[in-house]
């Protein structure tokens, strides 16, 4: 019996280290493969197309474009009868509507334009747009613990990530596919005793090229489970110096 016990080691030795090696880096790494393993997320400049729908009704289009490479960032949407084009390069925020740039601050204000909410629509495009590999940016804490939940019935490891207080202070769960490591969706607390942020479903896959995007999320609120709208991902194109709306 005693000799038996090396070679049923020997047996079980990789599922032991299989499991030794399920750490949250390797579940993120695999994650990134997934879904982007060349980086063409920030090599290239590509456009987005989204078919946005509110649970009011309301739809609208949008086209944005990121280019973090060389940090030119736009956003195209149709406000009733104006074609608005927000452009950022760098710091530098400019406005077009309707082809002409408009610098009147009265105007750009009844269109609820602001370099500040600017900036933060492109932080937020970026940052949820180029997930999983936003994790790796600077001043994200990524909890060593790794969980394991039923998410949007899908059997998912859990990742807590949280950052450093010059980057942001809100608590982040992702939840990560056990069999391929797709990301099947997140969750956000500005406080988390209070039960409060949202939660967001991905359903489907875009695929362009060897980038796997989720095509489709929901928007939950956490207090009242309540619906708050769905972004699907039409399209998504290398950028030309063309309009990205199209009639």
């Avoid at 960032?73 to 149709?78: G, R, T, V």
């Avoid at 969980?147 to 950052?163: A, D, P, R």
């Avoid at 309540?226 to 699907?232: E, P, V």
């Amino acid at each position: 019996m005693i000799r038996t016990l090396p070679f049923l080691a020997f047996l079980l030795s990789p599922f032991i280290l299989w499991a030794q090696s399920v750490t949250a880096e390797y579940i993120l790494n695999n994650s990134i493969q997934y879904h982007d393993p060349e980086n063409q997320l920030y090599e290239k400049d590509l456009s987005f197309h989204f078919d946005e729908s509110r649970p009011d009704g309301t739809k609208r289009k949008t086209v944005v474009r990121l280019a973090p490479r060389t940090e030119h960032f736009q956003i195209e949407s149709q406000q009733e009868d104006k074609h608005i084009l927000t452009d950022i390069f760098k710091s530098k925020v400019r406005y077009y509507i309707d082809g002409k740039e408009e610098m009147d601050e009265s105007i750009l204000k009844e269109a609820n334009l602001s370099s500040e909410r600017s900036m933060r629509m492109k932080n937020y495009y970026l940052y949820l747009w180029h997930l999983p590999v936003k994790l790796l940016d600077e001043g994200t804490i990524i909890d060593h613990e790794v969980g394991s939940e039923l998410f949007n019935e899908h059997e998912c490891y859990k990742l807590k990530v949280t950052y450093e207080e010059s980057v942001g202070k809100d608590i982040w769960y992702f939840y990560f596919d056990k069999k391929n490591y797709a990301m099947m969706g997140y969750r956000f607390y500005h406080d988390e005793s209070k039960n409060d942020g949202e939660y967001i479903y991905l359903e489907d896959e875009y695929v362009h090229d060897l980038i796997r995007l989720p095509k489709t999320r929901k928007w939950y609120t956490h207090k009242e489970d309540k619906f708050l709208g769905t972004d699907s991902l039409m399209k998504m194109v290398e950028t030309v110096s063309t309009p990205l709306i199209e009639d």
